[in-house]
């Protein structure tokens, strides 16, 4: 059964004569000034739970302090477990109760059921506080983009076969345990893989050509395999011989997330090593990790792979806004409408705003001028701005 909040817990931290003490009571004393935060953050671990009841987990209040203490020591998730077992201090921001010991794997399966939305509508109550303050009015901002890397190694076609057929066998692995008693054999390919693997990164073309076969063969028997224990196991389960749904489920899921990526890995693999095609950015798959990964190019700059930021800052140098995009837009496309969501936050557009030369348009500078933006400063000379 999961709280919004500890009610025995005290509200006042452990005093500890330092800095970092002084920082948390400030953060503890904004964060009990909005106790709706609490109800938002009880949804999102709601939608998470499968049942309410068992012993009490982290309440929604310590779980959204756990997030932020995670972000202001900038740590990990083990170390973030170690200091919440180790320091009163933070037990007592986190407002823990004392036989509360919460493990990494707990922490990270918590804050990753957070959502974005809930996220940014903690960071407009902060940019309010701000305004009310007077730290940030945002009346004069500057845009940016930059890059945030997925935690992945640089693709490769023949590494993305070697995880395919990898992947492929855990999942025949898992899906012998759905039942007392397994319905399909199948081989093990990954050292044949990996070997092929090793030798394509190392081979000339001509022999290069014939590991990739060698890989591509190896990937569709496995394919082939686990598209036949697919049925398998939905005719088992028809008859009853499941031992849980909810892990058929889950098993079958995985599936059907896994298959449309190996696809995507072959096909790319055969237009571009065999068929000699340059396969454009947004049809590659990059890892099968973070399928979500984007291939950004700013500039002649080397390729990154992550996702693409447009972020607002205000004078006081606190972030206004930030904004994940999908794919690698223009940053000229972009100033507009961050300009708009500026006037969502805070009710009309700043005064004065400033973008590198990115950003600099004919267009976006006429617009911008018509949204009642006074001063708009683009890191080009007026004479350079180009036409959109």
Known sequence: MRKKRNPQCSMELHYVPHEI???????SQWLDAHPQFNDWIYEDLSSGDKQNTGRNGLSAESVLRAALLKQYLNCDYDYLSFVLMDSMLFRDFCRLEPNQRPSRSSLHGLISLLTASTWERINNCQLMTAKDQGIEKG????????????????????????????????????????????LYEYTHHNRAVKDAARKCIYAGKE??????????????????????????????????????????????????????????IVSQTERRVFKGEKVPAQEKVVSLYEPHTDIIVKDRRQVQYGHKLNLVQGKSRLIL?????????????????????????????????????????RANLEKAKAMGISDVAFNKGSFRIPNC
Request: aromatic letters at 4%.
């Open 321 to 361: 806004d930030l904004v994940i995009e999908e794919g690698n837009p223009a940053d000229s496309d972009q100033f507009i409408p961050m300009m708009e969501r500026q006037k969502e936050i805070y009710g009309r557009v700043p005064r004065q705003t400033s973008g590198d030369g990115g950003y600099a348009c």
């Open 21 to 27: 003490c002084s920082q948390l009571s400030g953060i």
């Open 139 to 182: 009346r004069t901002v500057a845009i940016d983009s930059t890059v945030t890397e997925s935690d992945i190694k640089p693709p490769c076609d023949s590494d993305l076969l070697a995880s395919s057929v990898k992947e492929i066998c855990r999942l025949l692995e898992r899906g012998q345990t759905l039942t007392a008693t397994p």
């Open 207 to 264: 022999e290069r050509h014939q590991h990739y076969k060698k890989l591509l063969q190896l990937t569709r028997k496995s394919r082939k395999v686990l598209i036949e224990a697919t049925v398998t196991l939905a005719n088992a389960r028809q008859q009853g011989q499941c031992l849980l749904a909810d892990d058929a489920d889950k098993w079958q899921a995985d599936v059907d997330h896994l298959l449309p990526l190996v696809d995507a």
